[in-house]
């Protein structure tokens, strides 16, 4: 079984992305093959060097689902709109494009949208 989640809400704003990373953690550790795919405010998600105080780090999520072997990526044009390129992302993340994530859906068996 396979799942694409994908992520369109920056993190720490609301915890849309929060429950997005935890579902799909949970997903991986039961088994679950799992894609990411983060776009528009989502692809923050992915930015370097994240150490909030009062919160959860929404990286560490990120970085143990890619540990965990799923497969991240995050919409190239959305990063450049908003100042990020590659070198700003958490190792482990690959720019896409809306063709990976038509792939993506492709080959899931299910599509959850956060």
Do not use: W
Request: aromatic content about 10%; charged content about 25%; some cysteine.
């Amino acid at each position: 079984m396979k799942f694409t989640v994908v992520i369109t809400t920056a993190p720490y704003g609301h915890e849309r992305a929060y429950s997005a990373l935890r579902f799909a953690l949970t997903s991986l550790l039961e088994g679950i093959h799992v894609n990411i795919f983060l776009i528009e405010d989502g692809v923050y998600l992915a930015k370097r060097s994240q150490d909030p105080s009062d919160f959860p780090n929404y990286l560490e999520y990120l970085k143990n689902c890619i540990e965990a072997g799923a497969v991240v990526k995050a919409c190239g044009p959305c990063c450049k709109a908003r100042g990020l390129s590659e070198e700003d992302l958490v190792e482990g993340v690959i720019l896409g494009t809306m063709h990976d994530l038509v792939n993506f859906v492709k080959e899931s068996d299910r599509v959850v949208t956060f």
